[in-house]
C-alpha cells in the first residue's frame, strides 16, 4: 500500500472555526490531491499540487486553501467551516499527472 | 466539461452471479479511463484501468474494456464473491490546469448476498 497517512481520522468542529487537515506522504511523489466525497457526487477536486510551493484549484475550491512546504506534506485548510463543508475528505498521490492515483483513508469531517 | 455516468445502485447479486456495472464518459481527446473500489471505512484503490482504445484493464477477475466508439467502460466479472461487496467508482484522467485530475462517477453500491 501506498504510504499515505490523514489526520485527524474523525473532527467534529462548529461553524466559523478554522479547520486543517493534514496529508502526509512517505512515496516522494510530486502531485497531491484533496478530494471531497459526497452522496451523489462522487468525489471532486478541491485543490491539488504538482511540487513544493505550487497549488491550483480544483472544481470545489471555494471556502478551502492549501499549502505545501514538503514534499511529503499537504494541508487542507478551512478558514471557516460551514455546514456545507461536512463530508469525507481524501488525500492521493500520484507520481505524474497521467497516472493513477493513491487515495488516504479519509477524514470524516463534521461541521455543526 | 469531463464527466462520468455509472449506473445507479444499489447492485444486490447472489454470489458466483455475473456482474456488470456501466459506465460512460463524455471527454476531449482521449483520456485515461480506470475503476477504483471502496470498501466500507477505507479509501479508493485501483481497481483496473485502460489508457487507450480497445483496451482491457483487468484484476481479480474483473474486467473492462476501453470502447471509444461508444465511450464506455463497463466493468465485469464472471462470478462475484461476498468479498465483492463494495463501492465501485467509474473515472476518467482529464486535462486540469498545470496537470490531470480524475473526474468520478458517483459511484455504484454491489451487495452480493449468499
Known amino acids: 500500500d501506498a504510504g499515505i497517512t490523514q489526520s485527524p481520522r474523525h473532527k467534529v468542529t462548529e461553524t466559523g472555526t478554522p479547520v486543517t487537515l493534514r496529508c502526509h506522504q512517505t512515496?516522494?511523489?510530486?502531485?497531491m490531491y484533496w478530494y471531497r466525497q459526497d452522496p451523489g457526487h462522487g468525489l471532486r477536486l478541491i485543490h491539488y499540487?504538482?511540487?513544493?510551493?505550487?497549488?491550483d484549484k480544483g472544481e470545489v475550491s471555494d471556502g478551502y486553501s492549501v499549502s505545501r512546504s514538503k514534499t511529503e506534506d499537504f494541508l487542507l485548510t478551512l478558514e471557516s467551516a460551514t455546514s456545507s463543508q461536512t463530508s469525507v475528505y481524501f488525500c492521493?498521490?500520484?507520481?505524474?499527472?497521467?497516472?493513477?492515483?493513491?487515495f488516504g483513508q479519509g477524514t470524516r469531517l463534521t461541521v455543526v | 466539461g469531463d464527466s462520468v455516468t455509472q449506473m445507479e445502485g444499489p447492485v444486490t447479486l447472489s454470489e458466483e452471479a455475473f456482474l456488470t456495472i456501466n459506465c460512460t464518459y463524455t471527454?476531449?481527446?482521449?483520456?485515461?479511463l480506470f475503476w477504483y473500489v471502496q470498501y466500507p471505512g477505507e479509501g479508493l484503490q485501483l481497481l483496473l484501468k485502460?489508457?487507450?482504445a480497445d483496451d482491457k484493464g483487468s484484476n481479480k477477475g474483473f474486467e473492462a474494456t476501453y470502447r471509444k466508439e461508444t465511450t464506455s467502460f463497463h466493468l465485469e466479472k464472471g462470478s462475484v464473491q461476498v468479498s465483492d461487496s463494495a463501492v465501485y467508482f467509474c473515472?476518467?484522467?482529464?486535462?486540469w490546469g498545470g496537470g490531470n485530475k480524475l473526474t468520478f462517477g458517483t459511484g455504484t453500491q454491489l451487495k452480493v448476498e449468499l
Open positions: 492521493a498521490i500520484s507520481w505524474d499527472s497521467n497516472t493513477e492515483a493513491f
Open positions: 512515496e516522494n511523489h510530486r502531485y
Open positions: 499540487s504538482y511540487g513544493v510551493k505550487d497549488t
Open positions: 471527454a476531449t481527446g482521449y483520456p485515461s
Open positions: 485502460a489508457t487507450k
Open positions: 473515472a476518467l484522467s482529464s486535462l
